[in-house]
């Protein structure tokens, strides 16, 4: 956007730096190099405070300026969003809040219909019985408690509350089980653990001296709803709030934190296919890595072996014209010549011709040349070194064998 001087200097005297700032997308400093460049003088420090207390501060004049000096500049206009992204469980909140809300009115009195409700108060009833009754092997069996941690003053109160969470979400579509000991809220198939506990108070130990301390049952109850092992979100009494005016805001948590998992769970499931599916390109780029390898190192060992082939042949035909040129070739010579190329047949890769000796050995290493073994202190070992004899027909060609 571009702007001219004087409109500069009116908007800079019109309104705080910080507002137009946020218009234009610039920074504080920004702005002021703006007004810098073109002469412009700003509000000084306490001008709007002044101003807003009823004052009448004074107002710096534009400076004139030569007809050659830079009378406009760009300013980058922009949309800015200054609210945050809406809160989930706020619009789950006001969803519950327009619907019918007398299933989330948690009764005075409780009402234990519930096979949970029952079977966590029988429960606990079994448990301050003596061993004897205990033991009674005609008693009623009885399901797995809920995870209610509370004294037996605030038990029908917590039971109350769990109660009407159940039926709340049942109404919704969820429910409440008990697995191993340990309570789910079952929302859209996921399982989100909860409980509720009471919160302890200190008061001074008069009764022994074990501990300055005893850690009482208070009243104050909290819901908790863990979903990580490290993370968890608590609703609990306070001095002027109660529980039971939280059903709402509970319910909405749940079912929030119930999508966040299925969200996080498809997430990671993404992740790991996506990782599974590098992984696989990694194995299979190795695979051909490797195979391009082995083809290379069989394409070379070929190549040596056609050289080296060649070069054989060529010492051949080397002997055999020096043996013809000092006429030393005699039936003996004749039968090593053969014999010479027979072996070059036998090494050729285009050729290779069977030979009933050679067969057992390898091609490869048996075209290499002899080295000294490294014994167990690195040092070289000639102990099964055959160096190249002093005599040969191959090695010693100019001597008369005569």
Not at 110 to 128: F, P
Not at 145 to 153: A, R
Not at 283 to 310: D, G, V, W
Request: charged share 35%.
């Amino acid at each position: 956007m571009k702007i001219t001087r004087e409109e500069l200097y009116e908007m800079v005297w019109a309104e705080p730096m910080i507002s137009i700032c946020k218009k234009y997308g610039l920074s504080d400093n920004g702005l002021r190099k703006h007004c810098k460049k073109l002469n412009i003088p700003t509000p000084p420090v306490g001008y709007w405070e002044k101003l807003k207390h009823g004052k009448n501060p004074e107002k710096s004049p534009l400076p004139k300026e030569k007809a050659e000096s830079i009378q406009s500049t760009e300013l980058c206009e922009r949309e800015i969003m200054l609210t945050q992204p809406p809160d989930r469980r706020k619009i789950r909140e006001s969803e519950i809040e327009n619907g019918d809300i007398s299933v989330f009115k948690v009764p005075e009195v409780l009402y234990a219909k519930d096979s949970l409700i029952i079977d966590t108060i029988e429960r606990r009833r079994m448990d301050s019985e003596n061993s004897y009754i205990r033991k009674n092997p005609f008693k009623v069996k009885t399901g797995p408690p809920l995870d209610v941690k509370v004294s037996d003053k605030s038990l029908h109160r917590a039971l109350a509350i769990f109660e009407t969470i159940i039926k709340a979400l049942r109404s919704r579509g969820g429910d409440v089980k008990v697995k191993d000991n340990i309570t789910y809220a079952v929302i859209n198939s996921e399982e989100i653990q909860i409980n509720i506990t009471e919160k302890k108070k200190q008061i001074p130990n008069t009764e022994d001296n074990l501990s300055l301390f005893n850690h009482i049952p208070s009243g104050y109850l909290i819901f908790n709803i863990l979903y990580k092992s490290w993370q968890k979100d608590t609703f609990n009494d306070t001095a002027h709030t109660k529980l039971e005016d939280k059903i709402i805001s509970i319910i909405a948590n749940l079912e929030v934190r119930a999508e966040k998992i299925k969200e996080e769970r498809i997430e990671t499931e993404r992740r790991r296919i996506e990782q599974e599916k590098q992984e696989k390109l990694r194995q299979e780029f190795k695979e051909k890595q490797e195979a391009e390898k082995k083809e290379f190192k069989s394409l070379f060992r070929m190549a040596e072996q056609l050289h080296k082939t060649q070069i054989l042949r060529q010492y051949i035909a080397t002997f055999e014209d020096f043996l013809n040129s000092r006429g030393e070739m005699d039936e003996e010579s004749v039968s090593k010549i053969r014999w010479a190329n027979e072996k070059a047949d036998w090494l050729d890769p285009f050729i290779s011709k069977d030979d009933k000796y050679l067969d057992a050995y390898d091609k490869n290493e048996l075209i290499q040349p002899d080295c000294p073994k490294k014994d167990a202190w690195g040092y070289s070992s000639y102990s099964d070194y055959q160096s190249t004899p002093k005599y040969s027909f191959w090695s010693n060609p100019w001597r008369n064998r005569h």
